[in-house]
Nanobody, 115 residues
Framework: QVQLVESGGGLVQPGGSLRLSCAAS????????MGWFRQAPEKKRELVSS???????YYVQSVKGRFTISRDDATNTMILQMNNLKPEDTAVYYC?????????WGQGTEVTVSS
């Protein structure tokens, strides 16, 4: 069955950029809508952005204008380009289908925005 693997996180200063990748192994992105979720310390996991097969994107208000989501079903990858990062973007980022399936949660990739 498909496994999702996130990568690209790290430590960045406020105003910096990161590019997160989500890759599908043992399967493909056979889902109409895929998304990026994040979970900050002591907070609930939230949907940050999602994208449909035909490229229709959704962004939570707090990241609009800063984050860009894309997907390439031919290579089973999804990208989240994050610019002008803020300390409140600090979290572990996960990819999943939307609505999510518990079996698809991966390890996530940690993003820390700090000076």
């Amino acid at each position: 069955q498909v496994q999702l693997v996130e990568s690209g996180g790290g430590l960045v200063q406020p105003g910096g950029s990161l590019r997160l990748s989500c890759a599908a192994s043992r399967g493909s992105f056979d889902y109409s809508r895929m998304g990026w979720f994040r979970q900050a310390p002591e907070k609930k996991r939230e949907l940050v952005s999602s994208i449909s097969r035909d490229g229709v994107a959704y962004y939570v208000q707090s990241v609009k204008g800063r984050f860009t989501i894309s997907r390439d079903d031919a290579t089973n990858t999804m990208i989240l380009q994050m610019n002008n990062l803020k300390p409140e973007d600090t979290a572990v980022y996960y990819c999943n289908r939307v609505p999510f399936e518990d079996r698809l949660w991966g390890q996530g990739t940690e993003v820390t925005v700090s000076s």
